[in-house]
């Protein structure tokens, strides 16, 4: 009984922790979901040490990923996704091929197993849906073209993650070689996967066998999508093939049902509570002394992958027919990892291709590299800024990227924020203004409004904006 009141209790710490941790998150207007992930850093054992026992979670952080799964299926919109598929077919593909490629030169030299490369070249050329979609509103360019493009990529990077799971749930020992019966089996999954999306991009609804049974019944509706979710992934394990597949399936068919509506409405609590308990067992599975103790290498992977994933993203949109200001924005927006970069290093885990080791230094990387994704973005729409400005003085360029900061903390009124303020009004001197006249004239705008016109990089400023689902497709009416 009393571990039974022990077990009670560490939930309860975990429920309120992540409640708090969110809400924190959310008033600086980020993603909660990177909430959850600190909630579960602070709380493991690496932390404060409060919930140690990370197997009470684990089975509940499966189902998260099911249920993630099966609501990125149903919020599916391939309707959106036939304006750019094109540039969205071509980015992820190009995007693979060159993860995997780069990761194969870096595995030849430090002779690295053949599975390992293909797990890292696939983590490296994912990118977080719930992020991107989140920096997009934010700076008002989610209705945009630039937002089209953007999310469209995202589209394809989901669909793309089913074949990659399938991929690497055939590696089994380390061992990368696969035979010819799963070999067959791969490829027939992925051809029913295509055909599948074919036939439902033509704008057909189905009728569910059990719609008119259930209708609208509080109890019974979310019961009947569970059972749809859980069933077709466990169906899908018992081919040998991986639950999530059959997950994302179930969710795909309700998606483009008439009963789509109503079910993500009374599923749509269940999925927020299991995706936390995903993403909170993410920073459960932080290791904050083995961050600490590899910083540097840590911190050069996640600039690394930053900056070569928003140049390679650059380079093919434009090469796609994009304006550069476009692709720089769409660039910028995808140069962080996924959230399914935590599920591909945990399969790579299980199958033996990736050592624990390297699986704390995945998790460390994405996580980082989630948490960093808005600091990226304004300096790099800082610097864009200054390059359509054609500023090329140094000083200039750095009043433009440390102004903003230097007169925050100046403002702050405390020591330590006022000491910091001197000391970047000093780097910056004697260009940042000095009267509140020049402060007002500072704050015009650097480029003429582009009005209408969203493809200019000067886009509005950030207006507060209700978190986005997971996949663009919940946004949009049926």
């Keep these: 009984m009393e571990g039974h009141t022990s077990s009670i209790t560490e939930l309860a710490i975990v429920v309120v922790a992540a409640l708090c941790c969110g809400l924190v998150v959310r008033s600086f207007r980020q993603p909660i979901l990177l909430g959850y992930i ?78 390992l490369t293909v797990v890292l070249g696939f983590v490296v050329a994912l990118s977080s849906t719930a992020i991107a979609i989140k ?39 380390g061992n990368a070689s696969i035979g010819a019966g799963t070999l067959i089996k791969l490829v027939l999954s992925i051809a029913f996967l295509a055909i599948l999306l074919v036939y439902l991009g033509r704008g057909r609804r189905l009728r569910l066998p059990f719609a008119k049974s259930v209708g609208r019944n509080v109890d019974l509706t979310p019961l009947a999508g569970l059972a749809f979710c859980f069933g077709a992934a466990a169906l899908a394990g018992l081919m ?40 909170l067992t993410i920073g459960l599975l932080m290791d904050l002394g083995y961050i600490w103790e590899n910083l540097g290498t840590v911190v050069l992977i996640v600039t690394f992958v930053a900056i070569l994933k928003t140049a390679l993203n650059i380079v093919v949109i434009r090469a796609m027919g994009e304006t550069w200001p476009r692709a720089f924005l769409s660039g910028v927006m995808l140069a962080q990892l996924g959230e399914f970069s935590f599920i591909l290093a945990a399969l790579g885990l299980t199958a033996g291709v990736i050592s624990p080791e390297e699986h704390r230094l995945l998790v460390a990387v994405t996580v980082l590299s989630l948490i960093g994704s808005p600091i990226w973005l304004e300096a790099a729409r800082r610097l864009h800024r200054i390059a359509l400005l054609g500023i090329t003085s140094g000083r200039e360029t750095l009043r433009l990227t440390l102004g903003p900061e230097a007169m925050a903390l100046g403002r702050s009124g405390g020591r330590i ?24 004239r500072d704050q015009k705008p650097l480029a003429p409004d582009a009005g209408s016109d969203h493809d200019s990089a000067v886009s509005a400023p950030p207006r507060r904006s209700p978190a986005p689902p997971l996949n663009p497709g919940a946004a949009e009416a049926d």
């Design 240 to 279: 040998e093939l991986s639950a999530s597949y059959g997950a994302f399936l179930a969710g795909l068919v309700i998606g483009n049902s008439t009963s789509r509506r109503v079910m993500m409405h009374y599923t749509a609590p269940i999925q927020s509570v299991l995706l936390m308990v995903f993403f």
């Design 417 to 440: 924020g006022g000491r910091i303020g001197d000391w970047l009004r000093l780097a910056a001197k004697p260009l940042l203004p000095e009267t509140a006249e020049a402060s007002r």
């Design 135 to 173: 920096m997009l509103e934010e700076i008002g360019e989610k209705g945009t073209r630039v937002g089209n493009v953007t999310i469209g990529i995202l589209i394809a990077q989901d669909l793309a993650v089913i074949p990659m799971m399938l991929v690497v749930s055939t590696f089994t020992g």
């Design 38 to 115: 600190l909630a579960g850093a602070a709380l493991g054992p690496s932390g404060l040490g409060l919930v140690e026992n990370r197997d009470q979670v684990q089975l509940l952080a499966e189902l998260g990923v099911l249920m993630l799964l099966f609501f990125i299926g149903m919020e599916l919109q391939l309707r959106s996704l036939k304006a750019v598929w094109r540039i969205a077919l071509m980015t992820t593909l190009f995007q693979i091929a060159v993860g995997v490629l780069a990761m194969s030169l870096l595995g030849f030299y430090l002779d690295w197993p053949i599975g």
